[in-house]
């Protein structure tokens, strides 16, 4: 997957989110396939991008109208882009800049969830919210929980459904299913010592009070060990435009982790850095990522990667990253910042945890190769690199969150020893 030159990925991302906003589903995958195809035409002949473009985003027959008023109104004019009153009501370029605009971007009002279920349940726009109520009927309800038990079953279909293209009713399925799974994490060994059937020093104090107790008896062996703590898991999930149809299941499984963990760290970025802990530690899923909502301020906007990590780096990292953290990053590396910037953030932030692990839901994709110039700078810092697009690729990501307490790698430990 060839990366865009110039500002046409910043273009590609804002025209996805407008067909999106008309109610055409567009995912990540199929912009990062529309921009590998305009490497391989003439980006100068209209009718040649327009064509591409239609291929890639049109599904239905009723989506042809909107597609190509979109496609003439966005490219026709690049100063003034979109004119407002030329398209449907529903369509919004810019979001009103109220107090709880966030919050209005990522939640939908009761009567816009009965509308968009009645005439189309498959819609993804940018107006669903991460706080989506639940409120099914009774048919609905039934489909929904033989999806979530279906979900159980490593044969059944959804698990390896892309998250993009699921409809409401899949994903609520798979939210209930991440709030009641149940995650391990690796361990580090401490220097403090507990008790053990078995171990390699003898526990004199429970020996002694045993034989002070029994007459005569030969003293029982007793052992201590050292304890193994679970490590710390900080998560930076990537909530820009690009990532917006992965966004909300995405920060599902982060309230499933700092739910299962005491030690967990949970952040949001697009262009700004913000934490989001607090907000996941509610008790009800909803809740929780409807206060998530609120709190990042600038979702679905564009990404800075290295702006978001330096900020971490520098704020953040000295409070949260003891005790041999690991470090989760969610985004699929469509970075609009310096990529120097990038490479400089995450080499500190390498050196400051036990391992760092990136995972892309493009990644997931048939002939994904890591081109963008984000990745390019980011991966020689990175100790593993994982798809996170299905239910599939979460079990997979949440086996490797059990064995990751070995050593620290040899390629960290020869930078450690040169700094």
Request: glycine letters at 6%; hydrophobic letters at 45%.
């Amino acid at each position: 997957m060839a990366e865009a030159p110039g500002h046409l990925l910043d273009n590609l991302i804002r025209f996805a989110e407008i067909l999106r906003g008309l109610g055409i589903r567009v995912t990540a995958r199929q912009i990062a396939e529309l921009g590998h195809a305009l490497t391989l035409i003439d980006i100068v002949e209209r009718e040649d991008v327009r064509a591409a473009a239609g291929t890639i985003f049109v599904r239905r027959k009723t989506d042809i109208a909107l597609f190509e008023m979109a496609f003439d109104q966005f490219f026709r004019d690049p100063a003034t882009r979109f004119k407002n009153q030329s398209l449907p009501q529903r369509f919004s370029v810019n979001r009103p800049p109220a107090a709880n605009a966030t919050e209005s971007a990522l939640t939908r009002s009761e009567a816009e969830s009965q509308q968009a279920q009645t005439t189309n349940d498959e819609r993804n726009g940018p107006s669903q919210g991460l706080g989506v109520a639940e409120a099914e009927g009774a048919q609905g309800g039934d489909e929904a929980e033989e999806m979530t038990l279906a979900s159980y079953s490593p044969s059944a279909s959804l698990r390896h459904k892309d998250f993009a293209e699921m409809s409401q009713s899949e994903l609520d399925a798979v939210k209930r299913f991440l709030r009641d799974r149940h995650f391990d994490f690796a361990g580090r060994i401490t220097r403090r010592l507990r008790r053990a059937g078995r171990g390699p020093r003898l526990d004199m104090r429970r020996m002694l009070k045993s034989e002070a107790n029994t007459a005569l008896q030969p003293p029982t062996l007793r052992f201590r060990a050292k304890k193994l703590k679970p490590r710390p898991i900080v998560v930076l999930c990537d909530v820009s435009g690009s990532m917006e149809p992965y966004a909300r299941i995405l920060l599902a499984f982060v309230y499933a982790l700092t739910h299962e963990a005491r030690r967990v760290e949970a952040f949001a970025f697009s262009t700004e850095l913000s934490r989001i802990t607090r907000a996941l530690k509610e008790r009800e899923i909803d809740g929780a990522l409807r206060h998530a909502a609120a709190t990042i301020h600038d979702f679905a906007g564009g990404t800075r990667i290295g702006a978001a990590l330096k900020n971490f780096n520098f704020d953040w990292a000295r409070r949260v990253l003891g005790g041999g953290s690991i470090v989760l990053i969610i985004s699929d590396g469509w970075d609009r910042g310096d990529t120097e910037l990038l490479a400089r953030e995450m080499e500190r932030l390498n050196l400051s945890c036990h391992a760092l692990v990136w995972l892309n839901p493009l990644a997931g994709m048939a002939g994904f190769e890591p081109l963008t110039k984000g990745l390019l700078a980011a991966l020689p810092f990175v100790d593993h690199f994982l798809p996170i697009h299905n239910l599939d690729s979460l079990e997979k990501l949440a086996r490797l969150l059990t064995v990751l307490d070995s050593p620290l790698p040899l390629r960290r430990a020869v930078r450690l020893r040169a700094a």
